[in-house]
C-alpha cells in the first residue's frame, strides 16, 4: 500500500523563513491563498528537544489548518519523510522577501 504523501512547504513571514511539514496542500477556496492541513511534527525522545522546532509546535498549537498566502511561498515539495520543521531568520541581504503588491486590487469609487 502506497504512503500518504507528506510535503515540505517553505515561506516567508515577517521576516522570517518557515519550513513545515504536512500531509495536505492544496489551493484554497480564498482567492490567493495554499490551504495546508495536517501538519506534521518530528516525534523525537524526550532526550534532544530542538529549540526551532519547539518554537514552530508552539506557533502552530491547535492549528488544524492554516492559509498561506501565494505570494509568500517560496518553495513546495513532495519528500519521502518528514524532517524538522523550523523556524530561521532570512538572512541580510537576501534575495527572499514578500511580493511588493496585493494579488488584486479592490474595486474603489472611481472604478
Given at each position: 500500500?502506497?504512503?500518504?504523501?507528506?510535503?515540505?512547504?517553505?515561506?516567508?513571514?515577517?521576516?522570517?523563513?518557515?519550513?513545515?511539514?504536512?500531509?495536505?496542500?492544496?489551493?484554497?477556496?480564498?482567492?490567493?491563498?495554499?490551504?495546508?492541513?495536517?501538519?506534521?511534527?518530528?516525534?523525537?525522545?524526550?532526550?534532544?528537544?530542538?529549540?526551532?522546532?519547539?518554537k514552530l509546535k508552539a506557533e502552530f498549537e491547535g492549528v488544524?489548518?492554516?492559509?498561506?498566502?501565494?505570494?509568500?511561498?517560496?518553495?513546495?515539495?513532495?519528500?519521502?519523510?518528514?524532517?524538522?520543521?523550523?523556524?530561521?531568520?532570512?538572512?541580510?541581504?537576501?534575495?527572499?522577501?514578500?511580493?511588493?503588491?496585493?494579488?488584486?486590487?479592490?474595486?474603489?469609487?472611481a472604478d
Amino acid at each position: 500500500m502506497a504512503q500518504e504523501p507528506i510535503y515540505k512547504v517553505i515561506f516567508f513571514n515577517q521576516g522570517q523563513i518557515y519550513e513545515i511539514y504536512a500531509r495536505q496542500i492544496y489551493q484554497s477556496d480564498l482567492y490567493g491563498f495554499i490551504e495546508i492541513e495536517e501538519l506534521v511534527f518530528g516525534e523525537r525522545s524526550g532526550v534532544l528537544v530542538d529549540p526551532g522546532e519547539e518554537k514552530l509546535k508552539a506557533e502552530f498549537e491547535g492549528v488544524n489548518r492554516t492559509y498561506i498566502p501565494m505570494h509568500a511561498v517560496v518553495r513546495i515539495d513532495e519528500v519521502a519523510r518528514e524532517g524538522v520543521g523550523s523556524i530561521s531568520e532570512a538572512p541580510s541581504g537576501s534575495n527572499i522577501a514578500p511580493f511588493p503588491m496585493s494579488a488584486f486590487r479592490p474595486k474603489g469609487p472611481a472604478d
